[in-house]
């Protein structure tokens, strides 16, 4: 097993309904290759700041990142952060609020598009700003990425589901739809990134209301899931609820690299002790 990971977070995915829609995802939960957990997610229930909080492992009011109009770098130390200073390569596909936290705010829509430069946190990037930009393409942008830089942790995060959820609500056709498809989409490439030996996280920032908005406390907006595919954790599916803060730790215990020293330590139900070869 290589200590390389994939996490994908899919924008505004509340728990219930991708517990619902993602099949395939299911669909390995259900023959015991994928483990499914309930995540509470920080306060509060918006992007930015759960992007800052799934990242670095750090609550708003410690790391400031405290509204989707904290427009700056981050000053923690993110997963991006990590993997470099460990000697690892990394790589993202996401909306461009994640380049403004770690790699330069505000965002420059003419040079920051595509990012190459190994002395960012943030190594190898492409990053889009249209809310709509389509879920299909940003998924495959990732898999070039993951082609071309072999990156021990490749971070992607699709807008689609959140913009039919804050358009239609979280009860509509179009919301389980985009969710649907977002389960097509990893049907797709799933079963390559299992092949290659990744640990697989998939999970989302924030739920979603019925009203179509989130920020507050419901559970709609809190409750996300996490998807973990890794011979390191216990399949099936686990009853305790996960704090958000436990995410970033996670990663880097699967990643093989010690968490910076802000982050939580927490007993991951589920988790088994690493094999030395
Ligand atoms: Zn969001």
Same mark, same amino acid.
């Given at each position: 097993?290589?200590?390389?990971?994939?996490?994908?977070? %899919?924008?505004?995915?509340?728990?219930?309904?991708?517990?619902?829609?993602?099949?395939? %995802? +299911?669909?390995?939960?259900?023959?015991? +290759?994928?483990?499914?957990?309930?995540?509470?997610?920080?306060?509060?229930?918006?992007?930015?700041?759960?992007?800052?909080?799934?990242?670095?492992?750090? &609550?708003?009011?410690?790391?400031?990142?405290?509204?989707?109009?904290?427009?700056?770098?981050?000053?923690?130390? /993110?997963?991006?952060?990590?993997?470099? =200073?460990?000697?690892?390569?990394?790589?993202?596909?996401?909306?461009?609020? %994640? /380049?403004?936290?770690?790699?330069?705010? &505000?965002?420059?829509?003419?040079?920051?598009?595509? +990012?190459?430069? @190994?002395?960012?946190?943030?190594?190898?990037?492409?990053?889009?700003? =249209?809310? $709509?930009?389509?879920?299909?393409?940003?998924?495959?942008?990732?898999?070039?990425?993951?082609?071309?830089?072999? &990156?021990?942790?490749?971070?992607?995060?699709?807008?689609?589901?959140?913009?039919?959820?804050?358009?239609?609500? #979280?009860?509509?056709?179009?919301?389980?739809?985009? @969710?649907?498809?977002?389960?097509?989409?990893?049907? +797709?490439?799933?079963?390559?990134?299992?092949?290659?030996?990744?640990?697989?996280?998939?999970? /989302?920032?924030?739920?979603? /209301?019925?009203?179509?908005? !989130?920020?507050?406390?419901? $559970?709609? =907006?809190?409750?996300?899931?996490?998807?973990?595919? #890794?011979?390191?954790?216990?399949?099936?599916? !686990?009853?305790?609820?996960?704090?958000?803060?436990?995410?970033?730790?996670?990663?880097?215990?699967?990643?093989?690299? =010690?968490?910076?020293?802000?982050?939580? #330590?927490?007993?991951? &139900?589920?988790?088994?002790?690493?094999?030395?070869?």
């Amino acid at each position: 097993m290589l200590n390389k990971v994939i996490v994908v977070v %899919v924008d505004g995915m509340r728990y219930d309904m991708a517990c619902e829609a993602l099949g395939y %995802v +299911q669909h390995l939960v259900e023959t015991n +290759q994928a483990a499914l957990y309930k995540v509470k997610s920080e306060l509060p229930s918006l992007s930015r700041p759960l992007y800052e909080v799934l990242l670095t492992g750090t &609550p708003a009011s410690m790391n400031g990142i405290t509204s989707n109009q904290t427009v700056r770098l981050s000053n923690e130390k /993110s997963i991006f952060h990590l993997t470099k =200073e460990n000697g690892l390569r990394n790589a993202s596909a996401a909306y461009y609020w %994640v /380049s403004e936290l770690y790699n330069r705010a &505000p965002f420059n829509f003419i040079e920051d598009r595509i +990012q190459e430069d @190994i002395s960012k946190p943030i190594q190898s990037g492409l990053f889009y700003w =249209e809310d $709509d930009y389509p879920d299909s393409h940003l998924l495959m942008d990732a898999e070039a990425l993951r082609r071309k830089h072999d &990156p021990h942790f490749l971070y992607i995060h699709p807008m689609g589901v959140d913009v039919k959820g804050e358009n239609y609500g #979280s009860e509509s056709k179009e919301y389980r739809e985009q @969710i649907l498809k977002m389960g097509s989409l990893l049907a +797709q490439l799933l079963p390559i990134w299992m092949k290659s030996g990744y640990h697989i996280l998939i999970t /989302s920032d924030h739920g979603m /209301s019925e009203y179509g908005n !989130h920020g507050g406390i419901t $559970d709609g =907006e809190r409750d996300v899931p996490l998807f973990v595919i #890794s011979p390191r954790i216990e399949t099936g599916i !686990h009853g305790e609820t996960i704090p958000q803060l436990a995410f970033a730790p996670l990663v880097c215990e699967l990643l093989d690299i =010690e968490p910076s020293d802000k982050m939580i #330590s927490y007993k991951f &139900p589920g988790l088994k002790e690493a094999v030395t070869l």
